[in-house]
């Protein structure tokens, strides 16, 4: 294969690419405003607590497979699953009481 086919292929790619982009610029500057999005105070909440609900699996999970292997961790996955289910059920009993 020549040179030639080869730059001619790649610069339909960076042409295909480069559309693809302007596309996707339209598109962001048609989205909704800022004002009517999410609070950025109530993303970086709920980002931080993805983080340490992260950082607690893994290690727990780490500390289940060095007591028992796969067996700990998936029983530890299991009361993970658990506990969620349940605060979610708190939550939810909470806000018909309150509204």
């Known amino acids: 294969m020549s040179p030639a086919p080869a730059k001619a292929a790649l610069t339909n790619v960076s042409k295909s690419l480069a559309q693809s982009r302007v596309g996707m610029r339209k598109d962001l500057r048609t989205a ?7 609070p950025p105070r109530l993303v970086h909440r709920k980002d931080g607590r993805m983080f340490v609900g992260g950082a607690v699996g893994s290690a727990g999970a780490s500390l289940a497979w060095e007591f028992d292997g796969w067996a700990a961790v998936c029983t530890f996955g299991v009361a993970l699953v658990a506990v969620a289910v349940g605060l979610h059920a708190c939550g939810r009993v909470a806000e018909k009481r309150v509204g």
């Open 32 to 38: 909704p405003s800022p004002r009517s999005a999410i």
